[in-house]
């Protein structure tokens, strides 16, 4: 019997530790005979690749920037995500809407009734219901102090035109992130993502567990090297 496909998503301002640990989790999935598709926004087609290189490097408005975005998300969504739900396969995409209302909305300051308006275009008329507009089962939400995302991205590798935004910016988009947390509780799962890797890991592990997705013994095992 085909097992449903399952969209889990991963978000948190830049340096969160997001993509340290979905690697990870879709090696605990695999190791339960889950097929996985790991993807990341913006990006995840060829299309939205060039796309993401345009938003990450050549300046824009915030308007051209959201509709560059939902674009590109447009385009992963048809080409990669829902065929991988159609199929049963469980979807971990590194990022995805809640980003652009957190960055887009709250750091740049972007109107977020157009922000709904785009993500219903963008995200409707692709699932087998058509009614029905495409969001994530869940949402994890790395969350981090501003001041210690900034400190390991300071070591780890040159800025992109988000990275090098000022800490007032990460500010708005880390209470952009708690807002769309608090607005839909039974979607997103909080997670302390200031402790150790290994204490990280853990967190993101029990919250699969909790939700029978994943068994215990697969989740003991993986983790951060
Ligand atoms: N728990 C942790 N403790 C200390 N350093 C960490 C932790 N998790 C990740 N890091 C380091 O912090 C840096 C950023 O991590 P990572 O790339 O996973 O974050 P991210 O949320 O995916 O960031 P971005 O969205 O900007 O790509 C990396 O150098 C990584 O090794
Ligand atoms: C999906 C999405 C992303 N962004 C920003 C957030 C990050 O700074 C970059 C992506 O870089 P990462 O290292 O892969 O996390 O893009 C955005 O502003 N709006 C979005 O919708």
Known sequence: MTRPGLFITFEGIDGAGKS?????LAQAFRAQGR??????EPGGTPLAEKLRELLLHDSMDALTESLLVFAARRDHLAQVIEPALAR????LCDRFTDATFAYQGAGR???TRVLSILERMAQTGLAPDPQLMREPD????FDVPV??????LASARVPDRFESQPAEFFRRVAQGYAERAAGAPHRFARIDSSLERHQVWQQLTSVFVRKGWLAIMVAAQGGPR
Do not use: C, K
Request: cysteine-free; glycine content about 14%; proline content about 0%.
């Open 109 to 111: 300051g972007f109107d």
């Open 147 to 152: 001041e210690v995302a900034a400190g390991r």
């Open 20 to 24: 340290s640990h979905i690697e990870g």
């Open 88 to 91: 049963g396969e469980v979807v």
């Open 138 to 141: 869940l949402t994890v939400w």
């Open 35 to 40: 097929t996985v598709t790991l993807t990341r």
